[in-house]
């Protein structure tokens, strides 16, 4: 199966600052088929980028997603106070699927 | 408007069964993979299987292949997931989520907690 590792596993930073978050696949992904999600406390996971770069309905422009192969990234900008939870990315292009671990973002 | 709504709370003992439930609406059931997520406390999210109502193809993860069994109902768009002989180790949060290509796992349950203490 396709591991997915993430880093850093905990990303400290102040509100307005920028975030990027990387996700690493042990094998390419297929069909670029490479997503990323925001958990909350409390609350089941939001997609935020699905293949790859492109934003979830309602997503705002703050989130943005790149990379191919087998390294990705999540960029998040101007963090604002609700921005902070933890984000997952999730590669559905080859059974069976996986998560990354994850990657907290905390209010330094 | 698409929805997934997930059975309440369980508490049950080592060795009891359990199939919890994912009722769906507002999309045709039959033709998107609904899948299952374990979240065990404090932990990550874990990929458990998908199955497509259209056709019951399953796919399972090597982790949870042959300790659970999902399924669905097309007559009344349900998802379910089933365990005959739970253990402590079960215990967690449940997501079901539609798998809706290329779109991932566009829409998610509210979760079901499963706890599972002698």
């Known amino acids: 199966e396709i591991v997915l590792t993430q880093s850093p596993g905990t990303l400290s930073l102040s509100p307005g600052e920028r975030g990027t978050l990387s996700c690493r696949a042990s094998?390419?992904?297929?069909?670029?088929?490479l997503a990323w999600y925001q958990q909350k406390p409390g609350q089941a996971p939001r997609l935020l980028i699905y293949?790859?770069?492109n934003r979830a309905t309602g997503i705002p422009g703050k989130f943005s997603g790149s990379g191919s192969g087998t390294d990705f990234t999540l960029t998040i900008n101007r963090l604002e106070p609700e921005d902070f939870a933890v984000y997952y990315c999730?590669?559905?292009?080859?059974?069976?699927?996986?998560f990354g671990p994850g990657t907290k973002v905390e209010i330094k | 408007e698409v929805r997934l709504v997930q059975s309440g709370t369980e508490v049950k003992k080592p060795g009891e069964s359990l199939k919890i439930s994912c009722q769906a609406s507002g999309y045709s059931f039959s033709h998107h993979y609904i899948g299952w997520v374990r979240q065990m406390p404090g932990k990550g999210l874990e990929w458990m299987g998908v199955f497509y109502p259209g056709d019951s193809d399953t796919r399972y993860s090597p982790s949870f292949e042959g300790q659970v069994t999902i399924s669905a109902d097309k007559s009344t768009n349900t998802a379910y997931l089933h365990w005959r002989s739970l253990e402590a180790s079960d215990t967690g949060i449940y997501y079901c989520a539609r798998l809706h290509i290329p779109y991932a796992f566009d829409m998610w349950g509210q979760g079901t907690m499963v706890t599972v203490s002698s």
């Open positions: 094998q390419p992904i297929t069909n670029n088929y």
């Open positions: 999730h590669q559905y292009g080859t059974s069976p699927q996986t």
């Open positions: 293949g790859v770069a």
